[in-house]
């Protein structure tokens, strides 16, 4: 490390920082990731500066073209290991290596406070984009895996216990309008962050003439902050984001655990591809689907990502206070943990298969029961009425150790005479999910619709 700097604030305060105090104070080895946000935001600023006649042409010029070299030293190798305090720091030295004392300017009528907000939400926009499209491709995978298994029949599940047949592309999709929702809830945040605090100083607003909408469209926000006290410790944005990556970590977890489920010895509905699997180190026979187990786990650092961002938020005065110092790691963290995992669940996604054979007997003619009750319903019998006889049928079956569709007609007709000689049609399975046309469902023209809804989305 090099020698350490004199800190920006270190005129007020006599005498070097304890040696315990160092470390707890500096932050470069977190926020060093948004020096090309502090770059471009001390780039606004210094031709803002320029415009409200606080520096010279000549002066803004030195500025922007030494800004440019300490960009150009900034993309050469990682100076985390400097002595300065935080990025700003790091920046505002290298400046003055690079133009001398007029570096000591472009600080003028801003403070570590907006400038830190303003880096952060620079950097928060630019991730939500690069979030948005990972998860594109995620879901391009799932509509891709959708489309190639509209023909397969599969027992659906609630309470994992087998529930009614629907088609496989209908489960695919059921996973992927969350992550449509999840887009919805990323731009929203977008929106969100979008909101230029540059211009409200330390608390109180900036003395020069700033012209902040110029600020504001130099650097791409969306709207100008209107309260400088709320704008440098407004970290809801940030809190939003948190939100949704934990969710996002939900979703995906939820997939993963699908994927762990159907593709153990007793489903063996799904096979991941080898390139996505492991093997046991003392049992030849093992292959473990860790890419679902470890995306699984992921989540639950998502979830305490977002703990610990509610636990440092919740209570601080009005203003901005050094607690927030605390609110990029965690966010860093979330981002670099989802790219982490989709390139992964992507690939699993795009190398599973259907195992058609074991899907086929693992078809349970109890899953189609509430076709049952709904023949006795278009016979006139009351919905509640056809639930109980059908339950008896089941029963039924069950004392006789048969299967519900190898019960005779007289069996069906003992438990009501609404049922007749074309029973046994029900247990048909494309006949099942054909049934359910309506918008949502499971039958053919309904999935195909879901598929082309989709499509749409991504192409937007």
């Known amino acids: 490390m090099t020698n350490s700097p004199a800190p920006l604030w270190s005129g007020r305060i006599q005498g070097a920082m304890a040696d315990a105090m160092v470390p707890l104070n500096r932050s470069l080895d977190v926020d060093i990731r948004l020096w090309p946000q502090d770059v471009r935001g001390s780039r606004a600023w210094a031709q803002a500066l320029v415009k409200a006649d606080v520096l010279d042409a000549d002066e803004g010029a030195t500025l922007l073209d030494g800004l440019d070299r300490v960009a150009e030293r900034l993309s050469e190798r990682d100076h985390a290991d400097e002595a300065d305090e935080d990025i700003h720091s790091l920046v505002e030295r290298l400046l003055h290596e690079e133009v001398g004392e007029v570096a000591g300017k472009l600080h003028t009528g801003r403070s570590r406070n907006d400038q830190v907000a303003t880096d952060f939400r620079l950097w928060g926009m630019e991730v939500v984009d690069l979030l948005d499209g990972a998860l594109v491709k995620v879901e391009e995978a799932l509509l891709d895996w959708a489309r190639e298994s509209v023909d397969i029949i599969l027992p659906g599940y609630t309470h994992l216990q087998q529930g009614q047949p629907v088609r496989a592309a209908h489960w695919v999709l059921s996973h992927l309008w969350p992550a449509e929702r999840d887009r919805a809830a990323l731009d929203a945040v977008r929106k969100q962050a979008g909101v230029l605090p540059l211009g409200s100083g330390a608390i109180a607003g900036c003395p020069f003439p700033i012209d902040r909408e110029f ?143 074991a899907i086929t007997v693992a078809l349970d003619p109890q899953l189609l029961a509430t076709d049952l009750a709904d023949y006795l319903v278009r016979a006139g019998v009351p919905f509640r009425k056809a639930h109980e006889v059908v339950a008896t049928v089941v029963r039924v079956a069950e004392e006789l150790g048969v299967e519900v569709n190898q019960l005779s007609i007289k069996s069906f007709q003992d438990a009501h005479t609404a049922f007749g000689s074309d029973v046994l049609d029900v247990f048909e399975w494309e006949r099942s999910v054909e049934a359910r046309e309506a918008p949502g469902g499971t039958a053919r023209k309904a999935v195909l619709n879901q598929i082309e809804a989709a499509e749409s989305r991504l192409q937007q």
């Open 215 to 357: 600020l504001r469209s130099e650097l791409g926000f969306l709207s100008i902050s209107e309260n400088s006290i709320d704008a440098v410790s407004d970290r809801d944005w940030a809190l939003g984001l948190a939100f949704v990556t934990a969710r996002l970590g939900i979703h995906v977890s939820r997939l993963a655990e699908d994927l762990v489920v159907f593709g153990s010895k007793e489903f063996g509905f799904v096979r991941l591809s080898d390139g996505f699997s492991t093997g046991s180190s003392l049992m030849p026979q093992k292959r473990n689907p860790d890419v679902a187990e470890l995306t699984r786990g992921k989540a639950g650092r998502l979830t305490g990502n977002l703990m610990s961002l509610l636990t440092v938020l919740k209570g601080l005065p009005t203003g901005y206070n050094r607690d927030l110092q605390e609110d990029k790691g965690a966010l860093f963290d979330s981002v670099d943990t989802l790219g982490v995992v989709w390139p992964a669940i992507e690939g699993a996604i795009r190398g599973a298969e259907f195992q058609t054979a």
